[in-house]
């Protein structure tokens, strides 16, 4: 038995990342939060991985809101890997 209250929040949102990454997307944290509302992307993408989903990620530089570079990941489908 699962005790975990989010659960089934946490699927769907997985289910969501997975369609969006499919269709040819590419995402950042950040723009999953502006999106769907997912504050743990990484750990979507983890569950995702679990699974043998073959998502790739890759560090984007970005400046951030006070001008300083920072860098961000960013997950997308690897479809040539099936």
Aim: no cysteine; aromatic share 8%; net charge positive.
């Amino acid at each position: 038995m699962n005790n975990d209250p989010n659960a089934d929040n946490s699927t769907s949102q997985a289910a969501e990342v997975l369609r969006f990454l499919k269709a040819g997307g590419r995402i950042t944290t950040m723009e999953a939060f502006t999106r769907w509302g997912i504050t743990r992307l990484a750990a979507r993408v983890y569950e995702l991985r679990q699974r043998g989903e073959p998502i790739r990620s890759d560090s984007l530089p970005v400046r951030n809101q006070n001008g300083r570079m920072v860098t961000v990941d960013v997950y997308w489908y690897d479809g040539r890997a099936e």
